[in-house]
């Protein structure tokens, strides 16, 4: 793939802000640091799928499904249960689209959609969408790069595969009544989690 556009400073600062690298004592008179969109791209899901795996097997898994302390579930509101890890991701995305309208200069999107979903707004929707899924779930272990144009923007568009890291992830999409796919198995793609970063220039 072609070297791409390098995102300005707010972009860099906003991969600070993820935590991903930090720029220490730089002079005024320094250039302005910048990162490629694929770098920024690798360092926000490597924040996200470090949280959601964390999540999925130190909290859903251990306490619903090993030790049964408490249960997991869509409806968790009305069953005081967990949020599912689906759940609390899409949650965060969310956040960040509404915190995002506040800082117009950070402006990323990032959400889990799969070619076999559970919950259908989560299908794939755009040509790189669906290439990108189908790509990450032929080549176990590869990411997806591209760029797409969504109205008059230019997107440099990631697709991570999304990995059954836990029992729980493949008992969840297993046996919901919704799935499409019954037979997923630890390690298996489950569907892809897609990170688009507007370009400039």
């Known amino acids: 793939m072609k070297t791409l556009h390098k995102l300005s400073l707010t972009a860099a ?19 302005e640091p910048s990162i490629t969109p694929r770098a920024m791209a690798d360092a926000l899901h490597l924040v996200m799928d470090s949280d959601r795996t964390v999540y999925t097997r130190k909290i859903v898994n251990r306490l619903a499904a090993k030790d049964k302390v408490i249960t997991a579930s869509e ?22 689209a509404e915190r995002a309208e506040e800082k117009p200069d950070v402006n990323f999107s990032y959400s889990l959609q799969s070619l076999w979903p559970v919950n259908k707004q989560n299908a794939p929707r755009t040509d790189a969408e669906k290439e990108g899924l189908q790509y990450v779930a032929d080549h176990k272990g590869e990411n997806y790069y591209t760029v797409e144009t969504l109205g008059d923007i230019k997107y440099f568009t990631a697709v991570y595969p999304d990995v059954a890291v836990a029992p729980v992830c493949v008992s969840c999409h297993n046996e919901h009544k919704d799935s499409p796919k019954r037979d997923f198995e630890i390690g298996d793609v489950m569907g892809g989690v897609v990170i688009r970063i507007p370009m400039e220039g």
């Open 75 to 96: 409806h968790y509101d009305d069953e005081k249960a967990l949020v599912l890890p689906a759940q609390m991701f899409r949650y965060g995305s969310e956040m960040v």
């Open 13 to 31: 600062v906003a991969a600070v802000a993820a935590g991903t690298f930090a720029v220490a004592d730089m002079p005024e008179e320094a250039a």
